[in-house]
């Protein structure tokens, strides 16, 4: 039986794989089982795969930037919180359709992530995450401060969408939303990490002389990773602010951008699926898994503890990620058969 | 000022591909390269020889502007047979000019396979940005695609197309220096620089090695300027020498003449007494 299972597991897969371009495809299904998921997990799943959607686009944006560059950016959070500010003040303020706002809630932080981009990349590398660092900081105090703007540590409420005035959604449709993003943000960049752009940010960070040889202007392509993860995380705000309809500053710190960081060391550096995956062990590990077990679910802390181990485990052993755990795995399920078939 | 006025002016013969004049480089009170000055014409095959520490890589670099010389200029015959002065132009649009060079310890990026490595070498041809890249649109992909078949004839001539789906990282050190040549190649240069392309090789790759640069000279229609320390590769394959030592020119000429030169002999077995 486990056999013949296996062996209809693996047509299918074969097949519809060969009817699309494959990744499209595993993309597609892998959006349906999202929209799915939270009827099938019961309890408030919703909000909490929501927001590791959230979180994933900001970590996809991210680890562009240190995956294929070699940078490291440590202003997410600041940049995520000021896309959701404006996304607040534009429609409940100003009542701008949500499209419209988001276009501006995404172009302000991708510009100052640009200037920011343009003084700190001239110097060298690294002087990127110190400025941005600086500009979070400066931002989150921005957020505590400028009451008449952000609400100050109240914070700022927000609707769900109401697209193009037909579409009034709710949570679920809100939800249906994050999803299509996070699949269409997930293809864009499945499409240009194999494209020149990819290759080139790749040799950037290989051999800053190969790629300097070769015709690649270093600045020019150090900016263009910049700003997508400064696009990607300004996404990732509008978002956050239009699922869970709040925004207050204490959620724009420091920890968030390190915790993105982490999603993308845990999940697998380099890798769409590993980034989406981190972002699932991040951030639906303890809400979903661990507070269901008893005893161990009350321990307070428990899950930032588990993270640390994790992080080291997870850098000594497999330093491409967790989801070079999950290829070994499929790997073995399908390959194995192969050869075996074939003796 | 008035050696600005020059460089504008400036006119080569016919048939000089790169016209080194005067080059002068110093890190602190080191002399590294020394008033230094030299032609390669159109299809030739020009050695840079010296021994260990004469300066032949630094002066590779001030041509590819990878360092910026304190003195001199160099003047290169551009694709467009226009005549451009090298110095002072950012480094990634040299290429652009048709000027191109391998590394001394190969430079090849690791997580790539062999067929997107050589496609990095065509980095200036793609006309597309990146939003197109994102979007995959038609351009982009025909772009890709042309570029693509141009990297599998290019992987057929070097004769490791069999290899093109392998990863960088796990291949031989002289195939990578072939995988290398391949990737210089693909942006169809007129001068292609080649820094030490026999380091590491056994004498079968060094003799097939010799064979390819001649072939490629006929091919490609390029001009070829090489630092090699194998001396029997070096005589065996270029047309003319010019040998160094200290930064400073011992001579010019056919190797005939490089090896019957008293200046060049000293240089590297020592004085006679």
Redesign the interface.
């Known amino acids: 039986m486990a056999i013949i299972s296996k062996k209809i597991i693996k047509d299918i897969f074969f097949k519809t794989s060969n009817i699309l371009p494959k990744p499209y495809v595993n993309y597609l299904l892998f959006g349906i089982i999202l929209v799915i998921l939270p009827y099938i997990v019961n309890g408030s799943t919703l909000l909490t795969i929501g927001s590791v959607i959230v979180y994933a686009i900001a970590a996809l944006g991210l680890n562009l930037l240190l995956g294929y560059s070699g940078l490291i950016s440590l202003g997410t959070a600041g940049f995520m919180g000021l896309s959701s500010y404006f996304a607040s003040y534009l429609t409940k303020d100003l009542n701008f359709p949500f499209f419209a706002s988001l276009l501006i809630s995404v172009f302000i932080p991708v510009i100052l992530g640009l200037l920011v981009g343009l003084v700190s990349l001239r110097i060298e590398g690294y002087y990127l995450a110190i400025a941005t660092l600086a500009v979070a900081e400066i931002l989150r105090r921005i957020f505590e401060k400028f009451i008449a703007f952000t609400g100050g540590y109240v914070g700022k409420t927000a609707d769900y969408p109401n697209i193009l005035n037909v579409f009034m959604l709710d949570r679920e449709g809100t939800y249906i939303i994050l999803v299509i993003f996070l699949i269409v943000i997930m293809i864009?960049?499945h499409?240009?990490i194999q494209?020149?752009?990819?290759?080139?940010l790749?040799?950037m960070r290989?051999?800053d002389?190969?790629?300097?040889?070769?015709?690649?202007?270093?600045l020019k392509y150090r900016l263009?990773a910049f700003a997508?993860a400064t696009l990607y995380a300004s996404i990732a705000g509008v978002l956050y602010v239009h699922f869970n309809e709040l925004t207050y500053p204490t959620i724009w710190n420091l920890g968030l951008s390190l915790n993105i960081l982490a999603i993308i060391i845990i999940g697998g550096i380099?890798s769409i699926s590993g980034t989406v995956l981190g972002a699932f062990v991040v951030y639906s590990f303890s809400d979903l898994i661990l507070k269901e077990i008893p005893f161990i679910g009350e321990i307070p802390g428990l899950s930032n503890i588990i993270f640390g181990v994790l992080i080291i485990v997870i850098i000594l052993f497999y330093p491409q990620g967790l989801i070079q755990i999950f290829k070994n795995i499929l790997k073995s399920i399908f390959i194995r058969k192969d050869v075996k078939a074939s003796e | 000022m008035s050696k600005k006025a020059i460089v504008v002016n400036k006119e080569l013969s016919n048939d000089i591909v790169l016209q080194v004049d005067n080059l002068s480089i110093a890190f602190g009170g080191l002399k590294a390269v020394d008033n230094l000055s030299f032609n390669i014409k159109k299809n030739e095959i020009f050695g840079l020889i010296g021994p260990n520490g004469a300066g032949k890589t630094t002066v590779f670099n001030c041509i590819t502007q990878f360092y910026r010389p304190n003195n001199g200029e160099v003047y290169f015959r551009t694709k467009r047979d226009k005549v451009v002065n090298l110095v002072g132009r950012p480094v990634y649009r040299i290429i652009r000019l048709g000027l191109v060079r391998t590394f001394q310890n190969v430079e090849l990026i690791r997580e790539l396979s062999v067929l997107d490595n050589l496609l990095v070498g065509a980095h200036i041809k793609y006309k597309t940005g990146f939003i197109s890249h994102m979007l995959k649109t038609k351009k982009a992909r025909k772009e890709e695609l042309d570029n693509r078949k141009k990297a599998i004839e290019v992987l057929k001539y070097l004769g490791i197309d069999h290899l093109k789906d392998f990863l960088a990282a796990g291949l031989s050190y002289g195939i990578l220096k072939r995988v290398e040549l391949g990737r210089a190649l693909m942006s169809d240069p007129n001068l292609l620089i080649l820094d030490e392309p026999a380091a590491g090789l056994n004498e079968t790759e060094t003799e097939q090695l010799a064979e390819t640069i001649r072939k490629i000279r006929d091919d490609f229609n390029s001009s070829i300027l090489l630092v090699e320390h194998d001396m029997r590769l070096v005589m065996n394959i270029c047309d003319r020498i010019c040998a160094i030592s200290f930064g400073k020119l011992l001579a010019i000429g056919t190797p005939k003449e490089i090896q019957s030169n008293k200046n060049v002999q000293e240089a590297y077995l020592g004085k006679d007494d």
């Not at chain 1, 002389?209 to 270093?218: E, L, S, V």
Request: glycine share 12%; aromatic share 0%.
């Open positions: 864009l960049t499409n240009l494209s020149p752009t990819g290759r080139a790749l040799t290989g051999s002389a190969a790629a300097q040889a070769m015709g690649i202007d270093i263009i997508l380099r």
